[in-house]
């Protein structure tokens, strides 16, 4: 045992050898044991997790490129913002889901007591600050959409409504995670409103919003056995079997990724679109992966990979639309990210982790 102060700091084993009670009474009644600049941050951008926080991102970029928007200070905003938006749902789930966490992942759970639960949520509300102070600077349009994803991701975790624990409602606000940033960028148009005629905009919003509704099935898999025993109710254990939740996941998975066929049939993309088709195969090893594999390594190492395919798949379409420079720089700079936070293991889901 590692006294810091006067807080008292178990190792990661003498934490996980404490009963399930035990360890829940150290995370709530820790102020944090990390007092280190450097270590908070460390902690910090391990709850935001900026692994996760690139679709929503991409897809506010290739709403502004559909939108032949300029890139100038405003839509360099929207980035942040919209970064942010996956960044501070992520804190809020990491504050909010203990118990699941405890049985899915208590390694993150250990995580959370030595930064202090009450301080990540306190970290979370000032995220939110830097976002709304930000998107007043672009317009009143902007700053309402940003005040509406706060709501969003606070809700999504958080009681009155705690969003996830509601099946289908949950999946439908997930997958705003990505829609919503693709709908931002319209409030910096100079002719906003005109979107709502524009049938290519309209359908790609659609099918953004149905590909990650897929994505949600998906990211409940590994967590399927401790969500049932901390009693969560989710799109994967309304399933009788974790199989059967792959098998469910797996399919709508395949069909989401076929999406650019159906695009194209519209006649609102041009044909070069069926290039993003490329991933189908790799998606099918994921669903397969899925299916096959139902140990929590296995299942967590699949979940990590699919937020590279992902933004892979997003980039795809972002330099078909717009093979310019500046997009290759934020696919670039996207991928970069990915393997700077692997490479410095700073994600509470890790790839050691085992349920």
Aim: hydrophobic fraction near 50%; glycine fraction near 6%; proline fraction near 5%.
């Amino acid at each position: 045992m590692i006294v810091t102060g006067t807080i008292s700091k178990p190792t990661l084993d003498e934490f996980l050898d404490k009963s399930a009670e035990a360890r829940i009474d150290w995370v709530n009644s820790s102020e944090g044991c990390t007092t280190s600049i450097p270590g908070r941050l460390a902690l910090f951008l391990s709850f935001a997790r900026p692994r996760t926080c690139l679709p929503g991102m991409l897809a506010f970029y290739l709403s502004c490129k559909l939108l032949e928007l300029p890139i100038d200070l405003d839509v360099l905003i929207g980035f942040a913002i919209t970064f942010l938006y996956s960044a501070v749902a992520n804190l809020f789930n990491a504050y909010s889901d203990i118990a699941e966490d405890n049985e899915n992942i208590p390694a993150r759970l250990y995580l959370l007591g030595l930064y202090g639960r009450r301080r990540l949520l306190r970290s979370a509300y000032a995220v939110c600050g830097v976002m709304l102070a930000s998107a007043a600077v672009v317009s009143g349009g902007f700053f309402l959409m940003t005040a509406i994803c706060i709501v969003i991701a606070h809700q999504y975790s958080l009681p009155p409504f705690r969003v996830k624990a509601r099946p289908v409602l949950s999946i439908g606000l997930f997958a705003l995670d990505v829609a919503f940033p693709f709908l931002m960028a319209p409030t910096m148009a100079e002719r906003g409103p005109a979107v709502l005629g524009n049938w290519q905009f309209i359908i790609m919003a659609v099918y953004l919003f149905a590909w990650f509704a897929a994505k949600g099935l998906v990211k409940n898999l590994p967590d399927y056995d401790g969500d049932r025993n901390a009693g969560l109710t989710t799109s994967a254990t309304i399933s009788g079997t974790r199989q059967r939740a792959a098998v469910v996941a797996s399919v709508a998975t395949g069909t989401v990724y076929l999406g650019p066929l159906l695009l194209v049939a519209t006649g609102q993309f041009a044909d070069k679109y069926l290039i993003a088709l490329v991933w189908f195969p790799v998606v099918c090893i994921q669903c397969a992966r899925m299916i096959l594999r139902d140990d929590s390594r296995s299942a967590n190492n699949m979940l990590r990979f699919d937020m590279v395919v992902s933004t892979g798949y997003l980039s795809t379409w972002i330099l078909l639309v717009d093979p310019s420079f500046s997009s290759i720089s934020i696919v670039a700079g996207s991928l970069m990210i990915i393997f700077l936070m692997d490479a410095l293991k700073l994600d509470t889901r890790k790839k050691e982790d085992i349920g």
